[in-house]
């Protein structure tokens, strides 16, 4: 993944393009890998409990 970043900079920079940008969107990649990190750990923690809940639950059986 940090090729990837180094790939975008190594072009930006042959483009032209102020650093500024680069770190400018760097911080906004960043921040939307944790946005999904933290949505992900999110659903994973809301299927725990939905999983558990649904162990704990007597079965009826006839």
């Known amino acids: 993944m940090y090729q990837f970043f180094?790939?975008?900079v190594t072009k930006c920079?042959?483009?032209s393009i102020q650093p500024s940008a680069i770190s400018y969107?760097?911080?906004a990649i960043s921040y939307?890998?944790?946005a999904l990190a933290y949505g992900h750990a999110t659903r994973m923690a809301t299927l725990r409990e939905q999983l558990?809940?649904?162990k704990s639950?007597?079965?009826c059986s006839v």
């Open 57 to 59: 639950v007597p079965s």
């Open 25 to 27: 969107q760097l911080s």
């Open 6 to 8: 180094i790939n975008c």
């Open 52 to 54: 558990s809940a649904s």
């Open 13 to 15: 920079e042959n483009l």
């Open 32 to 34: 939307q890998l944790k």
